[in-house]
């Protein structure tokens, strides 16, 4: 038989105490949750209650890929110089009668869709740059070119000029199939 112990009320009040002197000490402001609801994002906290029951339930997911080649999805940047090092290292290698045709690729380390559109831009046979836009250049950067989401593919011509936008693989395929067969 279990033994219950039992506390008095001024046990209890001492915690009680001891608990608001600790949180009289914690420091900043109550985050702002926002997620996806029949079909768009909104404040978790404007939910109905149904829904807000629905979302305590999900269970967070981190992709993790476990193949041997290096994946901007599977680094952790922690700062501007670790991003700006990795970018220097893995930038895309392509040569061709295209070297002048090039992409900006704006992703997410959390961005669920960045690494299929990462697999089809590693096999173009032109160059481009991935740009981290939870950093703060990065971020700047996408401000300059008006980029709203992750991940987004800013295609330039050789003058540099922005000739198309892409924000998935399909959207890409069907931007560039056409040039490529008619360049082959």
Not at 56 to 78: A, G, L, P, T, W
Request: glycine residues 4%.
């Amino acid at each position: 038989m279990a033994t219950v112990t039992q506390r008095n009320v001024q046990t209890i009040e001492a915690e009680i105490a001891q608990k608001k002197e600790a949180l009289q000490n914690v420091r900043g402001r109550e985050t702002e949750v926002y997620a996806r609801i029949v079909g768009y994002y909104r404040s978790v906290r404007n939910w109905n209650k149904g829904k807000r029951e629905e979302y305590d339930h999900r269970k967070m997911f981190e992709y993790e890929n476990n193949s041997e080649e290096s994946s901007f999805s599977q680094i952790d940047v922690q700062s501007e110089a670790d991003f700006k090092s990795y970018e220097a290292e893995n930038k895309s290698s392509h040569t061709s009668a295209d070297s002048d045709i090039r992409y900006e690729f704006f992703s997410r380390r959390t961005c669920p869709n960045c690494p299929a559109v990462q697999e089809y831009l590693e096999t173009l046979s032109f160059s481009g740059k991935y740009i981290n836009v939870d950093s703060a250049e990065g971020l700047e950067r996408a401000r300059e070119l008006q980029i709203l989401s992750a991940p987004t593919v800013v295609i330039f011509n050789e003058a540099g000029d922005e000739v198309a936008r892409a924000q998935s693989v399909k959207e890409l395929t069907e931007i560039l199939e056409p040039a490529l067969t008619a360049a082959s």
